[in-house]
């Protein structure tokens, strides 16, 4: 961040105790803290925890997770329960944080969060949002969800956390 987004003075970096080299407006006089989008992504599994959800969206042909902002006011789960219900139309519960990661791309925080669906119909999509969604086995999703993406990479840092017993996602205690 260059200048304040409050009156769009140039900032300079300044000595905050406890914090080193901060930005700090001398106009306002006060430091700048970076300012970035948060959302939430969902790993969605399927009632008998056996299928992950992936979808394709705005014509990539790129399986992802289902994803999407955290509004002003909102909590984090929260938006995991609004956002498959807005783009998959499946209400969802067992709500579990995964893993966190800075998208520089969109200058968001991305919340990764595990839920489990407590159906697998998927005839109420959103035709705004979701081109295409499906379920797959565990095995499947690994393979098709699209490369070198955070999707991947939160979806395996998941699955690899987690123990199967006969293609079934159970928590793993032993950490």
Request: proline residues 3%.
């Amino acid at each position: 961040m260059k200048f304040c987004y409050e009156c769009g003075t140039k900032l300079e970096a300044k000595e905050l105790e406890g914090e080193g080299m901060i930005p700090y407006c001398q106009c306002c006089g006060k430091y700048v803290f970076p300012i970035y989008s948060t959302a939430v992504s969902m790993i969605v599994q399927s009632p008998d925890r056996k299928k992950i959800l992936l979808i394709q969206q705005y014509g990539t042909g790129n399986n992802v997770l289902v994803a999407g902002y955290i509004n002003k006011g909102e909590n984090a789960e929260s938006a995991v329960r609004r956002e498959v219900m807005e783009e998959i139309g499946i209400e969802t519960d067992e709500i579990c944080f995964n893993k966190s990661e800075y998208f520089p791309k969109t200058n968001t925080l991305m919340l990764n969060f595990s839920c489990i669906a407590l159906s697998e119909d998927l005839s109420h999509l959103s035709e705004k949002e979701i081109d295409r969604a499906a379920w797959f086995d565990i095995a499947a999703a690994r393979d098709s969800i699209m490369p070198d993406s955070l999707a991947k990479r939160f979806l395996f840092a998941f699955l690899d956390g987690k123990q199967f017993d006969g293609n079934v996602i159970t928590r793993n205690d032993k950490k």
